[in-house]
């Protein structure tokens, strides 16, 4: 589970820390850390270029910057302000021999340590030059705690900021790295520890990752199991219009957990989908958890049947058009930007520039966990707990992928999981499958469906083993 901070939490914990280490002791393990990354991702016969800010995170930049001159590295090394920079880390980067320089040029590797986690977001002047420099130049860039501009606490960028290839971030990861545009611009993420773990208070959103089979190991059917007690899911999606929403879903539904699908919706529908499905179950009967709204008829009645069935309740696309004012935590509400922009009364490129508060409002609004599908969605639940999906491609905005995660979604809430852990974990999952199918190119929704069965079965290998 990757867990991310505030930065007032983050602040705190290094105070603490401080008492026990001193502040110069997390400036060396900070700085000792990014110098490896750097050894380890820049070539030893290549320039690397540190850009260097005012205040602690300069001065991570420069010891840094002093460790990789010491072991050979030619270093250059571009001072946003001589009188503000780091004193100390000035004076061990010139004695290591690193070589200054006014402004970035021809170099193809650069240390962003301009801005840390006390600036506000957006760069100017000076320090957006640089950045429009690597914007132009794309040099690989490695990010000093977080890319220069960022919101650190919420993701957004209302202005110029640095884009980077790696964020190496000390102590935990901060929300702006793993949430919206920030997310974005962080790159691949490597969490370094320094000594203030310890002294961190409860996390300000979690990720799950591929690792974290074992939390989930009761999914794993025992020998006394039956197709009842591993969870029915009832479906009523699709419509004339859009039958292969009907299809997508259910197998979505089938490549979880559940043990059996049930299937409501007209006719001719359900005949379409048991003769291509024949394990359904075609009407209503008793479920565990239903899924309703995908590709579906614009019509409030599925939405009032399946919430007096009193089990948890995935609603999406038409369904969220008739929610009744006041939900519960067991319904998993699962809009796109769009979506949520209209249940909330907002412009759509307000929630895609900052989703994060955007979700929390739907969830506490309709007392119901909200999971915001996006390039980094979010699963938050009405208490505010949050959960960020890490995975996925650029390649899962398709159609149909929505309806697959739904069916996915709904099978892991009748298997037993709450709406958080059901919608955290089926983003991940999805996401999986996606980046497993994006190998080979371009793929339609239908092979993420054939996927996560393998991509599930992979998560929780470690579990089965045992």
Excluded at 250 to 256: D, H, I, K, T, W
Excluded at 303 to 325: G, I, S, W
Aim: proline fraction near 6%; hydrophobic fraction near 45%; charged fraction near 20%.
């Amino acid at each position: 589970m990757l867990s991310a901070y505030r930065v007032e939490q983050i602040r705190a914990a290094e105070e603490s820390a401080a008492r026990v280490h001193g502040w110069d002791g997390l400036m060396q393990a900070a700085a000792a850390a990014l110098a490896d990354v750097v050894a380890l991702r820049v070539p030893s016969d290549a320039t690397t270029l540190v850009l260097v800010g005012p205040g602690n995170n300069g001065g991570d930049a420069l010891f840094a910057a002093a460790r990789l001159s010491d072991r050979g590295h030619r270093v250059d090394i571009a001072l946003l302000d001589h009188a503000k920079a780091h004193e100390a880390g000035l004076a061990a980067a010139r004695h290591a021999g690193a070589r200054f320089v006014e402004a970035p040029s021809d170099q193809r590797y650069v240390v962003d340590g301009l801005f840390g986690i006390g600036a506000r977001p957006g760069l100017e002047g000076r320090a957006a030059q640089w950045a429009d420099w690597v914007r132009d130049e794309r040099p690989y860039v490695i990010a000093v705690d977080t890319p220069s501009g960022i919101g650190v606490d919420d993701g957004t960028v209302p202005g110029t900021a640095v884009d980077a290839d790696v964020t190496v971030t000390f102590g935990g990861a901060k929300p702006g790295l793993l949430i919206g545009r920030g997310a974005l611009a962080s790159g691949e993420l490597v969490v370094c520890g320094v000594g203030i773990a310890e002294h961190l208070s409860d996390p300000a959103c979690e990720a799950l990752e591929l690792g974290d089979g074992a939390r989930f190991a009761h999914l794993v059917p025992g020998p006394e199991s039956h197709k009842y007690s591993r969870g029915v899911v009832g479906i009523e999606a699709g419509s004339p219009e859009y039958a292969g929403a009907a299809h997508l879903c259910v197998a979505g539904a089938q490549a979880g957990t559940a043990g059996m699908v049930r299937f409501v919706g007209q006719r001719e529908l359900c005949d379409r989908v048991v003769d291509r499905a024949p394990e359904v179950v075609a009407g209503r009967g008793h479920v565990q958890a239903w899924v309703v709204g995908p590709g579906g008829i614009d019509d409030p009645e599925p939405v009032r049947a399946a919430l007096d069935d009193d089990v948890p309740v995935l609603l999406d696309a038409t369904a969220l058009t008739h929610l009744p004012p006041r939900l519960r935590p067991d319904v998993l509400l699962t809009p796109h930007a769009g979506e949520l922009a209209r249940m909330l009364e907002v412009e759509r490129v307000e929630v895609e520039a900052d989703p994060w508060p955007h979700a929390r409002t739907a969830a506490r609004r309709w007392d119901a966990t909200v999971l915001l599908k996006g390039p980094r969605t979010l699963v938050v639940a009405p208490d505010g707990r949050t959960m960020v999906n890490t995975s996925g491609t650029s390649w899962l905005a398709t159609a149909g992928a929505g309806d697959v995660l739904a069916g996915f979604a709904g099978s892991l809430l009748s298997s037993g999981l709450d709406t958080l852990s059901a919608g955290a974990l089926a983003a991940l999952l999805h996401g999986a499958a996606a980046e497993r199918a994006a190998l080979a190119g371009p793929f339609p929704a239908h092979h993420i469906a054939e996927l996560l069965p393998s991509v599930l079965g992979d998560f929780l290998v470690p579990t089965v083993a045992r």
